[in-house]
């Protein structure tokens, strides 16, 4: 008989997805986290400044620096399309789009630099 502790560490070894797979992206997300207050925006902010403020948004735009996702944790909730264009609109003014987009240029040109390095198989 076989108990349930070695029933869980069988499962536990066992592959979910057995088979690989290679992951397409048509383009490369990049993200930036910033920290608004009044007129303040902190970009890339610590574990600790992130604690102790209230709006915290995270920014991901794609290569191209097409919006693909925004978060923002806590506060009211976002629940209409609206709300969220007014966020959007609000994060264009205090120009955490603009320190994306920004940071996008960045890192695609490390990432770029790292590839060409790289030998093709």
């Given amino acids: 008989m076989v108990s349930d502790e070695q029933k869980v560490e069988n499962l536990e070894k066992e592959a979910v997805?057995?088979?690989r797979r290679k992951l397409t992206l048509s383009s490369i997300p990049f993200s930036l986290t910033?920290?608004?207050h009044?007129?303040?925006i902190l970009a890339d902010p610590t574990a600790e400044e992130e604690s102790i403020m209230d709006t915290l948004v995270t920014v991901v735009l794609d290569s191209s620096?097409?919006?693909?996702s925004l978060y923002k944790p806590g506060g009211?909730?976002?629940a209409?399309?609206?709300a969220v264009q007014v966020i959007f609109e609000y994060l264009n003014r205090?120009?955490?789009i603009a320190l994306t987009r920004q940071r996008v240029k960045e890192l695609q040109e490390i990432l770029d630099e790292a590839i060409?390095?790289?030998?093709?198989?």
């Fill in 17 to 19: 997805n057995k088979e």
């Fill in 65 to 68: 620096s097409q919006l693909v």
């Fill in 76 to 78: 009211p909730v976002l």
């Fill in 116 to 121: 060409s390095g790289m030998e093709i198989d």
């Fill in 34 to 36: 910033c920290i608004l």
């Fill in 38 to 40: 009044k007129n303040y």
């Fill in 80 to 82: 209409y399309t609206s």
């Fill in 94 to 96: 205090t120009n955490c």
